[in-house]
């Protein structure tokens, strides 16, 4: 069955009960056994809830992985797969990271002894000069954000699995509807579900998806050990919002590409970082790797003083710090997103103080480029340019 089809069907066909079209949230806590020795399959819910197993199951088939685990967020998910590291280990990660994922690495992951060296994943001789025999795994982001920098998850995973190494990919920005690590030879899938999975900025939520049944029984051991897990009302949000993906990231993409074209095209813009545009140095590896581009990109605005008034003046785009949802977000990474990676990484992959992150939602396009033309016009003329 096609992917649209399967998302929109999720949970839609299991329950032989009563026939209900949507899955039941069972609140449950605790399963009654049949007998002494017997289980239903379901004994108490950090372990496995019945309604949080259809999502679960959904997402490993839809990253076409063997084993899906929903969690309480991005972070969750992202520190029950750290947690199949300790003293000693080494990660090799994406420099253009996310802020949260650098924060936990450093902040946290470091107390536990495991330490990770941050590099361009488009280098391949820089990867290789930070490996070492503690290397455990790499962590790629791609497209990264907010620079949407691509790396090629093939290349990456064929030299990660000739080191006898883990390839994790953060596939939260083009979920996997546009792209499927795992197809590539990745082995562990995350995901801030909060984002476009969720899709309505209403829900928080992190998935995992692991290839190989000795990866799935450490990371369901991981899983149930930690129990920051994701709850049953919760679980059925996200599936209710994953039955529109399809649409959602069809619209997100073709208004991205709307908006970044005109804005390419603007006079206080100086770049726009977004892989569907030809010039984009990712563009071509995107295209073979993906079937279609997310709904956010970056813009570089050539005078810093057009941020203050730009982010004051948008009406119908909030100023607001997430991305993925139905509604436009933009956010200013130097301040907000990208606040906890040092001024020295964040210069050197270029957040600086004249870069926007745009998420593009699925109003009408141009609706979103009236708003960001009358916001532009505002901070041009406040600055005494007409
Ligand atoms: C938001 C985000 C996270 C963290 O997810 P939460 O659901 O906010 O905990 C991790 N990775 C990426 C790429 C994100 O955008």
């Known amino acids: 069955m096609k992917i649209e089809s399967r998302l929109a069907q999720i949970g839609s066909v299991q329950e032989p009960v009563t026939g209900s079209v949507s899955y039941p949230i069972y609140l449950a806590t605790a399963f009654r056994h049949p007998k002494l020795g017997e289980s239903t399959g379901f004994d108490y819910a950090r372990t496995k809830n019945p309604t949080r197993k259809v999502l679960e199951d959904a997402a490993a088939e839809l990253e076409s992985g063997d084993a899906g685990f929903a969690c309480s967020s991005g972070m969750a998910a992202l520190q029950t797969v750290f947690s199949l590291f300790g003293q000693g280990d080494h990660l090799i990660v994406s ?22 060296s941050y590099v361009d994943t488009n280098d391949l001789d820089g990867i290789a000069q930070l490996y070492t025999p503690q290397t455990k795994a790499i962590l790629i982001e791609t ?18 699995k000739a080191k006898g190494i883990l390839t994790i990919v953060d596939n939260t920005l083009l979920t996997p509807f546009f792209q499927r690590p795992i197809e590539l030879g990745a082995d562990i899938v995350v995901h801030s579900a909060t984002k476009y999975l969720g899709g309505h900025n209403d829900v928080l939520a992190g998935l995992i998806v692991t290839k190989g049944k000795e990866l799935s029984e450490q990371m369901a ?16 949000l996200l599936m209710r919002g994953m039955k529109t993906l399809a649409l959602r990231m069809e619209r997100h993409q073709e208004n991205a590409t709307r908006v970044a074209e005109w804005l390419l095209e603007h006079e206080a813009v100086e770049e726009v970082y977004y892989p569907a545009l ?39 785009i909030a100023f607001a710090e997430s991305l993925g949802g139905c509604e436009s977000l933009m956010t200013y990474p130097a301040v907000q997103t990208h606040a906890d990676i040092p001024e020295e990484i964040r210069r050197q ?13 699925i109003e009408h396009a141009e609706d979103i480029i009236a708003d960001l033309g009358q916001a532009l016009a505002i901070a041009k003329s406040e600055i005494g340019e007409v």
Do not use: C
């Open 349 to 361: 992959i270029g957040v600086d103080d004249r870069l926007l992150r745009f998420s593009v939602g």
């Open 221 to 236: 051991f991981l899983h149930n050990s930690i129990g920051a897990v994701l709850g049953a009302q919760d679980s059925w």
């Open 95 to 116: 420099l253009d990271l996310y802020g949260g994922t650098y924060r936990l690495l450093e902040r946290i992951m470091s107390r536990f002894g495991v330490t990770a």
């Open 143 to 160: 497209p990264t954000n907010p620079l949407m920098m691509i790396t090629d998850i093939e290349r990456i995973s064929q030299w990660a």
């Open 278 to 316: 030809p010039h984009h140095p990712g563009h071509d590896v995107q295209n073979r790797q993906s079937s279609g581009n997310t709904g956010i990109f970056s813009f570089r605005l050539k005078d810093a003083r057009y941020v203050e008034p730009i982010l004051r003046s948008i009406k119908l």
